[in-house]
């Protein structure tokens, strides 16, 4: 077997240098690597990939996760990258983070997931550019919007190469503009690690909070159109349309660039699948797959390939890992001892889901008789939330939000929501949420319903635990009145109070009054 050793600075593979046996082929695309017209080049990175020994995956379920920004390390994938001479494009795409997402929580630095802050995340229906959460399976490539071209084959009648200008050409191509919630099939996942670990995930499974969703409006062109004027449609035996990304993906000791694939039936839905270029009126991030990506409404993140640079038509779903062996929904019977790809089925459309944003989790809230709370509930699938209904009490009792307190309806969106719910109990209490959408589907109850070894779509009704402190009633309107005279807080809930609770007379008059022993 040929072994790898080092020249210079550069490390070489049977005597050729890394850089050239995996260029940047295209100019004005750097990060980008070909790998699956080159299966030759494949089988060499495999090669190689194997005479390395990696960083293990670090465990994060059954320990605390880091109180760090970033959160978790990539080590891992940053070795895959620097075995095969591509450290540049590690380095490059945190300089992008850090220009182009510099507040977010870096839940994972490379391959990137960026999960939004609470307060950024409901400030409006649309997220800003730059708090819109981010899932990347690779590094970032960066592509020159005049050296773009993007291919289009397969089943189709016409082959075609496409350029920017040409898709921004109104004369050539009619152009949408459609708001779109793209969801993570990973939000919520910390509520079933909590509760029952799951698969790790050699990428890693990131252990997402509510912050992994986000809407935009995005412009484009619909590919139902591109195909029908570009190509002339597609062959009778297409059935699936697969997206390629410029970006460099691993799996098992594999290199591939990420592909993925919808049906061909929901691209003829029209303006359901969008080739974007803008995004909240301005050009796509680098971050988000400048100069051009899919958007594919309703459906999870990962068929929204960004960095677009080829379309395949198929007759069966692309058989990228991506695909065919990731984002895969098992029943609750299979996890390590017995878990295949075929054994799960490929997650789509997203079901109805919500989130309370506000209050926190364990929050302290001082209340005269109400408490708000504030959160967010979407339907993929081109359904839509028509009720969004929030409970005090764990489930039993429910108030509906009213209409006027939630964002507008978009047939791909979500709808933000507030609502003020009546509490006179104190101590601690659990409040969850849930949301029926214009089908009628609602949430499971419980996380346990949701659960499944790869940790994906924990669409249970999201609970948060408060402590209720009411100061409609008396006794407490008082207490807080005499810490604050004092010039203390009641926060934190578990530091003691520094003065008895009460006067020695008035515990003796209270006891008389009702001894603890029966009189005879």
């Known amino acids: ?59 994060f379920q059954f320990v605390p996760l880091p109180q760090t920004n970033p959160v978790l390390v990539g080590y891992r994938w940053k070795e ?15 300089a992008t983070v850090l220009k182009e997402k510099p507040g977010m929580i870096h839940l994972l630095d490379f391959p990137y997931n960026g999960e939004t802050p609470r307060t950024e995340l409901i400030s ?28 289009i084959g397969g089943l189709v009648n016409k082959p075609v190469k496409l350029t920017m200008k040409d898709f921004k050409d109104p004369s050539k191509f009619p152009q949408a503009e459609v708001t779109v919630t793209l969801q993570c099939s990973g939000t919520r ?26 809407t935009a409006v995005y412009r484009g062109v619909p590919l139902k159109k591109v195909l029908k004027i570009a190509c002339g449609g597609v062959l009778p035996e297409c059935k699936h349309l697969e997206f390629i990304g410029a970006d460099t993906y691993f799996k098992k000791g594999n290199v591939f660039n990420y592909a993925v694939s919808v049906p061909w039936r929901k691209v003829r839905q029209n303006e359901e ?50 695909q065919s062996q ?51 509930s979407y339907s993929g699938g081109g359904n839509w939330v028509e009720r969004v209904e929030v409970s005090p009490d764990g489930g039993h009792v429910w108030y509906c939000v009213d209409q006027g307190d939630m964002t507008e309806k978009h047939y791909h969106a979500w709808r933000l929501w507030t609502i003020k719910v009546p509490v006179d109990a104190e101590g601690w209490l659990e409040f969850c949420v849930r949301s029926w959408d214009s089908s009628n589907n609602t949430e499971p109850t419980f996380v346990r319903s949701a659960w499944n070894w790869d ?11 408060i402590y209720s402190v009411n100061t409609s009633r ?5 207490r807080l009145a005499d810490i604050q005279a004092r010039g203390q807080s009641f926060n934190p809930l578990t530091r003691p109070l520094e003065w008895g609770l009460e006067s020695e007379e008035d515990y003796l008059r209270a006891m008389r009054k009702h001894p603890r022993e029966p009189l005879d």
């Open 189 to 214: 996942r910390i509520e079933q690690i909590q509760e029952y670990p799951g698969d790790g995930d050699e990428l890693i499974n990131a252990p997402w909070g509510e912050g992994a969703i986000g």
């Open 1 to 59: 077997m040929p072994a790898a050793t080092t020249l210079s600075t550069e490390e070489t593979w049977d005597g050729v240098p890394l850089s050239q046996l995996f260029p940047e082929d295209k100019l004005g695309w750097r990060g980008y690597v070909e790998w699956e017209d080159k299966p030759e080049r494949k089988r060499v990175a495999s090669e190689i990939l194997k005479t390395k020994h990696f960083t293990p995956i670090p465990e």
């Open 474 to 478: 008396p006794a407490t309107a008082q």
């Open 455 to 465: 940790l994906h779509v924990t669409s249970s009704c999201h609970r948060i635990k």
């Open 80 to 94: 895959y990258h620097e075995a095969l001479g591509l450290k540049s494009i590690v380095d490059s795409s945190w």
């Open 124 to 151: 409006g229906k649309v997220t800003d550019n730059k708090w819109h959460f981010v899932r990347n399976h690779g590094g970032i490539p960066e592509i020159e919007e005049d050296a773009f071209e993007l291919e």
């Open 273 to 322: 699948v969008l080739l974007a270029w803008e995004m909240n009126g301005k050009p796509l991030p680098k971050i988000h797959g400048y100069p051009l990506r899919v958007v594919v409404t309703g459906y999870i993140g990962a068929r929204s390939t960004k960095w677009l640079y080829k379309i395949n038509a198929l007759a069966e779903p692309s058989m990228g890992p991506v």
């Open 326 to 376: 990731e984002y895969l929904y098992y029943t609750q019977q299979i996890g390590k001892q017995n878990a295949k790809y075929s054994k799960g089925f490929s997650i789509q459309n997203m079901p109805v889901s919500s989130a309370i944003i506000f209050p926190l989790d364990k929050q302290v809230v001082v209340h005269n008789g109400q408490i708000e709370l504030k959160g967010w």
